[in-house]
């Protein structure tokens, strides 16, 4: 059965395929017949496309090649290189009436690519972007595109015909250029380096030097034309699209921005409009004589960016346009290639090889030279130089757009798309091997609380992720004790996950202004009133992170180590209700709790309230309120700090101190015997403190192994407010003989993990802690 609807001269055949009497229509013969209907044909392309690409990202991704280089081997494998040399590939299953069907998805794709892409970018970034960044992003924009230049004028006679020489011009202006969307897939999906300082840097390079490249584009499509008129024609065009864009269609979408309501989601028609005028922008490109694919990239870039609009594009169109598409658009593009012809016209490729490695060598010498004049390390200059030379699915389009244009031939095409597949192969490997984020966190200094003289100043990093976390805070705070003699100093991170924007942003509310976010405006407006309430006692900075959730710890790690922070503050990852009872668990949060304990530059406090440090007791004598404080010490580093920080919280008379002594009656205990001198010298230290005030007591226990421990703890749980733990991950002891195979949260250590299992009813909270992981590794 065809079903056909006939306008005009055309003829649109809907894609069903014919009912016939034989049941071996799929048998060997009947193939051809089954590609002559268009949608089955691209349903089998795209599987064979798709099914190869993800069969070699599953072996490759596992020595860390990115998704990119997977769909670019499956091209050369599809395409003349291999499989595509066989006349049933090439004519039957990619034959030439099939390819403007799957070169329009593909392109499709990019398109949508590149809109989101800017979409996720803040173009006014570029006004806030330093001096080393902007110099960075301009010189190693400028120097390889005047190489190109120069180069193409000097050896002009090594290129007898006039296409061979736009062919080499073309190859090495793709060369010249950075393409932000590139970097920021680099920077952010494979090395995941966004957060730190080389890719902050990296990123506001790239965003000036692509804007910069993309404008010099316009501005010398017009000026090279020899008719004035036809200069002029186009110009006006484009110079009224820019101005629309800046002064109706940007100001139209903050106005809908601010009358949608907060935490509430766009209106889905005005999501649908501005995909269309994106597309339009395209067209209208394509009209005015410019590479069409500018004006999505020009139109997202006048969306504001992040929530609520522009993270709603993001979610809404990445993983079809992006994660389908684009990819298709990536092996379409290789399948072009033949390298056989790099071989086969070797001789006459010299010239252009020679073109291409030379512009590589200075493109990754103008990126190099001012950022050693910048002050960078070498090695750090070096991995920057290389993350901006690298090249992407963007680089990949262009040339095949100028191989569609006949302005690239076959040899100098399949030599552009191996130079690119090489390219995005061997730098990733190169900057991993170079650079490592964590490394600036591993440091000889002593950055924990038992470092510190006792009347000196304590510095912690508090990080929020929701208005309930403040409260928690503070209660804990309180319980510090701050003095006039011992003040504290609080840095309160609030931290948001980052959606609909590829540039992570870090704010320091002294000098900045706050984000337009309600919740963050609660926790700053939160901690100034409690800095005024205790002005005298305890100082707050307050800080906004923008980050996704994988990078977060990055800020976390930098902030503590910029601030000189002692101790970081961590909520746990879940909640109770008021009946005790497990209201909400994040694994984001759990995630990035494990990732800061294992990076951080100082000693790791992560904090539960169950709701019982806010009610305070009152102390029959004198009637007053004191907080109960309980220390349970097992030994080891991480219990010495968290006794150091107890006996911080008990120099207050409103609080009390029980230090629950723990003793293995066997000498199964594996620990050193400086660990065990260290560990009597603080109890010693201890139990003179408790001769001298009665507010302090010491208490020793003798157990055979863990459950014997555990439900002595169970007898007094309910009989404080705050508990204080050491973490003591990976320690053996007769403490917790039988207590590991139950653990499901190795974070807090195996008690942690007990006070914070659904089996213990208590509503005390909890205070777990893990000494700065360099010092321990020294001693």
Known sequence: METSYKGGNMTTCFLIPP???????????????????????LELQLALIFTISYSIHYF??????????????????????????????????????????INTAARFGFSMFLFLSAVKMDAGMILKTGHKALSIGILGMVVPLAFSVVYEKLYRDDFPEENERIANLRAMVIQSFTSFPVIACLVGEQLKITNSELGRLGLSSALVADTLGNFGTIVLSLVKRTNLFFAIKNG?????????????????????????????????????????????????????????????FFFGLAVPAGAPLGSALVEKFSPFSIGVLLNLLVTTSMMRADLWLIISQITKLKTFTTAILSINAVKLLAFLTPSLFAGMPLIDSVALSLIMSY??????????????????????????????????????????????????????????????????????????????????????????HPTKESPISIFALHLIKLVGRSTPVLLCHQKQKPVSNSSSQQVIHAFNLYEQTKWDTVSVQTFTAISSSQLMHEDICTLALDKRTPLILVPLHRTWSIHGTIDSEDQNLRALNCKVLEKAPCSVGIFFDRGRLGRRSVKASSHVSVVSLCMIFFGGGDDRE????????????????????????????KSSTEDKMLDDEELEGLKQISARNESVVYRKYEVNNGPETVLIIRSFANLYDLFLLGRRFGIVS????????????????IFGDFFASKDLKTRASVFVVQKQKQINRLR
């Open 19 to 41: 009912k016939v009497n034989s049941p071996g229509i799929l048998a060997s013969g009947n193939l051809t017949k089954i590609l002559t209907y268009t949608m089955p044909h």
């Open 60 to 101: 490759l991704k596992r020595v860390g090649a990115s998704l990119f280089v997977s769909c670019l081997l499956a091209g050369l494998i599809l395409g003349p290189t291999c499989l595509g040399r066989y006349e049933t590939m090439r004519k039957v299953l990619f034959n030439h009436e099939s390819q403007d069907m």
């Open 236 to 296: 006006i065009p484009l110079l009224i699209y820019f101005l629309v864009l800046v002064f109706i269609i940007r100001p139209a979408m903050l106005w809908v921005i601010r009358r949608t309501p907060e935490r509430k989601p766009i209106n889905t028609s005005f999501i649908h409009l501005t995909v269309a005028l994106a597309i339009a922008s395209e067209v209208y490109f394509h009209f005015v004589d410019q590479m069409q694919f500018l004006g999505p």
């Open 391 to 480: 090249k992407g699915v963007v680089d990949l389009a262009v040339a095949d757009v100028f191989r569609d244009t006949q302005t690239m031939n076959e040899e100098v095409f399949a030599l552009t798309a191996f130079s690119i597949l090489c390219n995005a192969t061997i730098v990733p490997i190169l900057v991993k091997l170079l650079y490592d984020p964590s490394r600036k966190y591993a440091g000889y200094q002593s950055r924990n609380i038992s470092s510190l003289k006792p009347n000196s100043e304590l510095r912690i990093l508090a990080c929020i992720h929701r208005p309930d976390n403040v409260d928690s805070v503070i209660k804990l705070i309180d319980v510090c």
């Open 642 to 669: 968290a006794l150091s920080l107890a006996k911080r919280m008990v120099r207050s008379s409103n609080a009390s101190l029980t230090v629950i002594h723990f003793v293995a009656n066997d000498n199964k205990t």
């Open 734 to 749: 007769a403490h917790t003989t039988g207590l590991s195979e139950w653990s499901e949260l190795p974070e807090l250590g």
